[in-house]
């Protein structure tokens, strides 16, 4: 049997390849500090819960139940998505859901109060408005805020 040099090279390169791997995957990590790991985590969060929040969503519910629907916004928090946890170290995780969860329940409280504050300085401003007319005070000015309840 006759082994010509073809299998000869071939052998020398599979040989080649199988005892170099554990070089080449030990020269591709790197040390990982925890502070950079920390960081990137935070900064990937807080990107996230600004774009998965529904701004809108909470400002109607702000907006229909009041109160109500600003303690929702504090307390009610979507799960983070699995996808983007999968594969990282624990450090990662940890930091990515705290930051998501603070920044999530941040914005969706900003959405909720928002409207309130809105509606407080319209209402507020029209009773300004109805109180200099004389409405409020007894002097019955029927196009106000109160109708013909100025008639009083």
Do not use: H
Not at 61 to 79: E, H, Q, S
Request: hydrophobic share 45%; aromatic share 12%; glycine share 10%.
């Amino acid at each position: 049997m006759k082994i010509d040099s073809t299998f000869r090279i071939f052998a020398f390169l599979m040989a080649v390849l199988i005892f170099s791997i554990p070089f080449v995957s030990y020269a591709q990590q790197k040390p990982i500090n925890k502070a950079d790991i920390e960081a990137g985590a935070n900064a990937q969060a807080i990107a996230d819960a600004e774009n998965d929040v529904n701004k809108t969503g909470w400002f109607m519910d702000g907006c229909f139940l009041n109160i109500i629907g600003v303690v929702m916004a504090r307390t009610i928090k979507a799960p983070v998505p699995a996808e983007r946890l999968v594969g990282k170290p624990p450090t990662y995780i940890f930091a990515y859901t705290s930051a998501y969860y603070q920044k999530q329940t941040e914005n969706q409280t900003t959405a909720a109060v928002g409207i309130g504050i809105v509606v407080c300085l319209v209402i507020g401003c029209l009773i300004i408005n109805d109180i200099d007319d004389g409405c409020i005070v007894g002097s019955g000015g029927g196009g106000s805020l109160f109708g013909g309840w100025c008639a009083f």
